[in-house]
């Protein structure tokens, strides 16, 4: 092996060690406290979303351990947290309710399989066409889910408010854990402040035997490995029927939660990440976990924070949550049972503070009225339906938004050439939105009877545009009158060109490219404008 391959050899594997925290001891240390913070903090989401979805706990920790674990291999964007969610535990309800958890199984199998699909077709680029707005509408209103989804613990076994001293003990104990994690920084590095504030809090209940709610009220996560089972149902059409339309949602769902978790991570990062990647990692994650018994998962956005927060950036972080679950169950589900839900809670509130974009709050007044609107809309919507809604409603209005601002764009200038052609110089895209205006902007009826529209700063986007082109030409045809559509870009030329059959002008030139088209649509040959005048 010559000095080149060994130095090729070299940096793949500099890049490897690095992409999975093994590149240095300090790194290895980093990225492992960092999973199993998560690891505690996962415990009893889990359990809650399993409860949700109304299936064992077991199956919602299973689905955490397996997701998390496959995704955090082969997931494209490293130092990512999956696992089992409320955002997909809320679709599953009625499936679960009518026909059983084995037809649960076989639906996060088959979501599985589309989410594959769609990470071979490269559907996850699209996530790109997600603007600012939503984003921070987004984030802003999953800070407010999981704020709102910890004030549940704030109630006893029969669903009544917390009052009195135990109301006080929770609150205390909730406002310690997340002192001890801003201050931990700032005393050492040697651990993360989340993880610290766990241990400590766990360690005050326990040896004052306080009376506090603990992870084991909730259910026990004792259990064993999970194990290879086939979903026990018909295998018929209608059986068919009955998974696929919540296996198409959940797989929307997980892809969209996913892929706006790895964008919101990149961005804190300020790495990238490879979303089609993501997505096929995601369905092999969801195939297997429907085989062995869990109930599908995506990314989950609070746990990925706890990651990013306590300096995980790597996917040995994620290896060593899931690795740490699966111990959890095996090994020590009664110490973990032990910790009191106060320590999680606060590991979550701070979570929430961390997640919220305040800076949005600075910017009203600042950015357009409608970006507010919808920063403030796509909240609202997260808040009080999911996140997939508020997310495609958050893109169709900022989509439309968009449409209307750029098509108050279209105007012309008008003048008089020394031939007595009149000059229509437009300005701004044609497209659907503007066509209307567009139209506006002529007099076929008092116009000379040689007209040009010089298309030099516009362009013809979409059908509608050639449409109202073949319209305006119709017009000044039955005014008898000549159009000429000049300047032109190449691919304006080439939309009329494919759409010859359906649209009609009455004459295309471009003097500066000495390219013209004949009413007919067909091109012919011109002489350049320089050359015509020798």
């Known amino acids: 092996m010559n000095d080149q391959a060994k130095a090729v050899a070299a940096k ?32 009893p989401e889990a359990v809650a979303f399993a409860f949700v979805a109304q299936v064992n ?29 409320g955002a997909l535990a809320v679709v599953m309800v009625s499936l679960v309710a009518n026909h059983g958890v084995e037809y649960l199984f076989a ?10 699909v769609a990470g071979i077709t490269h559907l996850g680029k699209f996530i790109r066409m997600v603007p600012h707005p939503v984003m921070l509408g987004f984030v802003n209103g999953l800070a407010i889910v999981i704020f709102l989804a910890q004030l549940g613990q704030f109630k006893d076994s029969s669903g009544t408010w917390l009052d009195g001293i135990p109301l006080y003990l929770m609150l205390g104990l909730v406002l310690l854990t997340m002192v001890i994690i801003v201050v931990m920084p700032k005393v050492t590095k040697l651990v993360p402040g989340p993880l610290a ?34 979903p026990d149902m018909p295998l018929t059409w209608d059986s068919l029927m009955i998974i696929l339309p919540y296996a198409v949602i959940l797989a929307s769902v997980g892809l969209i939660e996913s892929l706006l978790t790895l ?36 990314a989950m956005i609070g746990q990925s924070m706890i990651n990013v927060k306590s300096g995980g950036r790597a996917r040995l972080s994620g290896i060593v949550a899931a690795l740490s679950l699966l111990g959890f169950i095996l090994f020590a589900s009664g110490l973990i049972e032990q910790i009191p839900l106060a320590a999680l809670i606060g590991v979550m509130f701070m979570v929430v503070i961390g997640t919220f974009a305040w800076n949005s709050l600075k910017l009203i ?65 044609l497209f659907f939105g503007s066509v209307a205006s567009f139209m506006e902007l002529f007099d076929p009826k008092n116009d000379p009877d040689d ?17 109202a082109i073949d319209a305006l030409a119709v017009k000044y045809e039955a005014a008898g009158k000549k159009l000429h559509l000049r300047h032109l870009s190449a691919d304006c030329r080439q939309l009329l060109d494919k759409a010859r059959q359906i649209v009609e002008v009455s004459v295309i030139e471009d ?3 000495g390219v013209a088209v004949d009413y007919t649509g067909n091109y012919v040959a011109q002489k350049p404008a320089e050359e015509s005048q020798k």
């Open 197 to 230: 504030a766990i241990i400590v809090v766990t360690s005050i209940v326990v040896i004052f035997g306080l009376d506090s709610p603990r992870v084991g009220d909730l259910a026990s996560i004792a259990g064993g490995l999970p194990e290879f089972h086939v």
């Open 263 to 298: 964008n919101l991570v990149s961005e804190m990062t300020d790495t990238h990440g490879g979303t089609s990647r993501e997505c096929a990692a995601q369905g092999v994650a969801n195939v297997v976990t429907g085989f062995f018994g869990g109930m599908g998962g995506c």
């Open 12 to 43: 793949k594997t500099s890049n490897w060690r690095q992409e999975f925290g093994l590149d240095s001891l300090n790194r290895i240390r980093i990225e492992s406290f960092s999973g199993l913070t998560v690891a505690l903090a996962l415990v």
């Open 365 to 429: 007044g600042k950015i357009p009225r409608h970006d507010v609107f919808v920063i403030i809309f796509v909240t609202a919507i997260t808040v009080a339906f999911d996140l997939a809604v508020a997310v495609v409603a958050g893109v169709i209005i900022a989509a439309l938004v968009f449409a209307w601002e750029t098509a108050k764009h279209t105007h012309v200038t008008r003048s008089i050439d020394e031939n007595g052609s009149k000059i229509y110089k437009l300005s701004g895209p």
């Open 57 to 85: 706990p077991l199956v919602g920790l299973y689905a955490a351990f397996i997701v998390g674990l496959i995704t955090a291999f082969f997931g494209g964007r490293p130092g990512m947290i999956s696992g089992a969610t």
């Open 451 to 467: 007209v040009i529209v010089d298309f030099l700063d516009s362009r013809v986007l979409d059908h509608s545009g050639l449409q």
């Open 511 to 513: 003097p500066a490219y």
């Open 107 to 116: 639906t996060v199998v088959l979501m599985g399989i589309i989410q594959i």
